[in-house]
């Protein structure tokens, strides 16, 4: 069947094993010193390794796989004992996939397996809740100006993939570096963070072909001269391949590239 799956490429992987330990399915595995998939039936697609490879060796891919199996995966867990297995679950209903969680827990009652549940209206911690649904309360806007602010937006495309390096307006531009969900979290993006700079956006996640991001900005840093590079993500752990993104592409253009970072939560606050 054509599904999502991971892919790893075995030429960027450092073997630091920091995937193997985000993969709660137990998917991948560290062999010969490199990150590599052990069965196809425990991969589900949702890539909660993506943001743990700070070499940028994965990312999520449609291809033909074996279907995904979660009696295989809950057998696997099980023996781990209750916090492996309670961590998978609230994995899976972080990214709604509510017909594997109820398969997980449909065969915990036929094993007769004594594992509580928290329901799903209570808050879950997971390590990928990049996808889980929440409502962000608004900020309080009595205290805003009432009339509408203006764009400080300078250039586009804007999308990483298809800026031109040597487009002239890049030239000895400070550069920001956005994921894609942050300009709609932070209410003052244009006027806090985009105010006379140049604008690239990214998804670490959901983009493919991460290591073509890294040859493109290498190339911007390099060609443009740029002066700085300012980084903005969000909180969940996925995002943060961007910064491992910009970091590789730093090392290799211009080691001595001023790069400053700022991590927005959901509800529109700088965090870090």
Do not use: W
């Amino acid at each position: 069947m054509i599904r999502k799956i991971i892919r790893i490429d075995e030429e960027l992987c450092d073997g630091c094993g920091s995937c193997v330990e985000g993969c709660h399915e137990g998917a991948l595995q560290l062999i010969e010193g490199k990150a590599r998939m052990v069965s196809e039936l425990y991969c589900d697609g949702l890539g909660a390794c993506i943001g743990e490879c700070h070499a940028g060796a994965i990312a999520v891919e449609e291809r033909e796989a074996e279907p995904y199996s979660e009696a295989a995966v809950m057998e696997r867990l099980a023996p781990k004992g209750e916090a492996t297995v309670m961590a998978h679950l609230r994995h899976l209903e972080a990214h709604g996939e509510m017909a594997l969680l109820r398969e997980g827990l449909d065969y915990l009652e036929a094993h007769g397996l004594q594992m509580s549940y928290r329901p799903e209206s209570e808050p879950l911690a997971c390590g990928c809740p990049g996808s889980a649904m929440r409502e962000v309360s608004p900020t309080d806007t009595d205290s805003l100006p009432a009339q509408s602010q203006a764009s400080e937006l300078r250039q586009f495309p804007v999308q990483l993939r298809l800026i031109n390096p040597h487009a002239g307006f890049f030239v000895e531009a400070d550069l920001l570096l956005a994921a894609d969900c942050t300009a709609f979290a932070l209410g003052d993006f244009h006027s806090r963070f985009l105010r006379g700079k140049r604008l690239a956006i990214a998804c670490p996640k959901l983009d493919e072909d991460l290591q073509s991001y890294v040859a493109k900005l290498s190339e911007l840093i390099r060609v443009a001269r740029i002066r700085s590079l300012t980084v903005l993500i969000m909180e969940v752990p996925c995002c943060r391949g961007l910064l491992k993104l910009a970091n590789l592409a730093v090392a290799a253009s211009k080691p001595d590239l001023p790069l400053s970072v700022a991590v927005v939560s959901v509800s529109g606050e700088i965090i870090e």
